[in-house]
């Protein structure tokens, strides 16, 4: 087992870590030596991830939190601050199972409320309540938001989806606007069609799509998205701020 020590005892903040992209994410920044604080909406994967990045000696700490839920999103911030100043915040926690094959006349008002209560008000619920955790630190802060290529792409059939990530684009440049001289910077990254849980039910048509237009035609994994979050979460990104970088393969380029 790998001993990692607490980067100064910072902590980041990992909102749905508990698989897939989340967890590599929160790995990484406990590999980097942070403290992080896993937040998951399934008790059951929270745990098993907390279980697992502690044998690898990672200093993780697992708390359910449902985005969606503001009452659940402060006791995410109660969590945080017992553990500390909180240096960084993670906003991964995204509705994507299922999604795709409708049109956009065709998607019910229901589907569309519900992506963009947890993809586009979670991240700024989220940030809202761990602000002040984020200003106690005393020094430099980051918060990175997920956004998706395919609100870059305009990937047909996935309207609320896209329209979700689009305003995680948005919100993230209000924020960086907005926290610029508190020391707190906002960026994002938009990966691509990632191989991973969330994506096992994406259609077959829009993987032979990605695989058609990379620029790099193997598939993406988990681990092709952690260094540029790690980056983004590290000192020598100090004045980047406002930024969306598309991590997927070149199918984008901009």
């Not at 609100?151 to 995680?168: C, E, F, N, Q, T």
């Amino acid at each position: 087992m790998t001993e990692h020590c607490a980067t100064g005892g910072r902590t980041v903040v990992v909102t749905g870590a508990g698989r897939g992209l989340g967890l590599a994410m929160a790995r990484r920044a406990g590999q980097d030596g942070f403290r992080v604080v896993l937040a998951e909406v399934d008790e059951e994967r929270g745990r098993a991830a907390q279980t697992s990045l502690r044998r690898e000696g990672i200093d993780a700490h697992f708390t359910r939190c449902d985005v969606a839920d503001p009452e659940s999103v402060d006791q995410l911030a109660v969590f945080t601050g017992q553990l500390g100043p909180l240096y960084g915040l993670v906003n991964n926690a995204a509705l994507a199972n299922g999604m795709g094959g409708k049109e956009f006349w065709d998607i019910d008002v229901a589907d569309w409320d519900r992506l963009m209560t947890v993809n586009a008000r979670g991240p700024w619920l989220v940030s809202k309540a761990l602000l002040p955790r984020l200003l106690a630190h005393g020094g430099p802060g980051r918060i990175v938001n997920l956004a998706s290529d395919a609100a870059l792409y305009g990937s047909p059939r996935l309207a609320h989806y896209i329209a979700s990530k689009g305003a995680v684009i948005a919100l993230t440049r209000a924020m960086a606007r907005e926290l610029g001289d508190r020391g707190i910077t906002v960026n994002a990254v938009a990966p691509g069609l990632t191989e991973c849980e969330a994506t096992e039910t994406v259609p077959t048509e829009r993987h032979d799509l990605y695989r058609a237009n990379r620029a790099i035609s193997r598939p993406q994994r988990p681990d092709d998205l952690t260094g540029a979050v790690a980056f983004l979460l590290g000192e020598e990104s100090r004045y980047l701020t406002g930024q969306v970088i598309a991590v997927n393969g070149g199918f984008t380029m901009h």
